[in-house]
T-cell receptor
């Protein structure tokens, strides 16, 4: 069964550094999402992406964040200058055009020191 | 803004019993609610979707109900097994018409052998 994959599984970075989290959505899906989950808290929506542009974003998704689909398979989340409070699990998800169900990847644990 | 509340942070039940988890929402009824399972350190996995015009949905040992009068969804696992131990998340779209999901904090279920 096709799965969403994410790399790396764990990323450690220094405050102020840029990080890029990578995702390979399920191949025939058209909607792509990033969510984050701070330890012990709920899963929070960051951004959705459709037809090569951002369709929705939350208040969390400020100018420090950007997303890109550089080729036909990858979907990336960039944090330009990481802060301590960016430490969290980041989940990528994808969905086909005709479904409300989202398929989540295993997550990237980001630790900002 | 919309809220989703999952009343119990944690629920312990004996193997073989039925687990019942509650999800309450505020303001307008969503067109549908979704239930996901999340294991520690992993991404959410879709279980069931129920539309507002459906009273009940079943899938194997799982059953979900949707009561728009009470603004509540109940999630039942019958004949529970230790392998059912996980955190169960309720989710809705927010705002209406958006594709992103707004999650509750989840209920951590432990099935005791």
């Amino acid at each position: 069964e096709p799965e969403v994959t994410q790399t790396p599984s764990h990323q450690v970075t220094q405050m102020g550094q840029e990080v890029i989290l990578r995702c390979v959505p399920i191949s025939n899906h058209l909607y792509f999402y990033w969510y984050r989950q701070i330890l012990g808290q709920k899963v929070e929506f960051l951004v959705s992406f459709y037809n090569n542009e951002i369709s929705e974003k939350s208040e969390i998704f400020d100018d420090q964040f950007s997303v890109e689909r550089p080729d036909g398979s990858n979907f990336t989340l960039k944090i330009r200058s990481t802060k301590l409070e960016d430490s969290a699990m980041y989940f990528c998800a994808s969905a086909p055009l005709d479904s409300r169900t989202q398929y989540f990847g295993p997550g990237t644990r980001l630790t900002v020191l | 803004s919309q809220k989703i509340e999952q009343n119990s942070e944690a629920l312990n039940i004996q193997e073989g019993k039925t687990a019942t988890l509650t999800c309450n929402y505020t303001n307008y009824s969503p067109a549908y609610l979704q239930w996901y399972r999340q294991d520690p350190g992993r991404g959410p996995v879709f279980l069931l979707l129920i539309r507002e015009n459906e009273k009940e949905k079943r899938k194997e040992r799982l059953k979900v109900t949707f009561d728009t009068t009470l603004k509540q969804s109940l999630f039942h696992i019958t004949a529970s097994q230790p392998a059912d131990s996980a955190t169960y998340l309720c989710a809705r779209r927010d705002p209406a018409g958006a594709n992103n999901l707004f999650f509750g904090t989840g209920t951590r279920l432990t099935v005791i052998p």
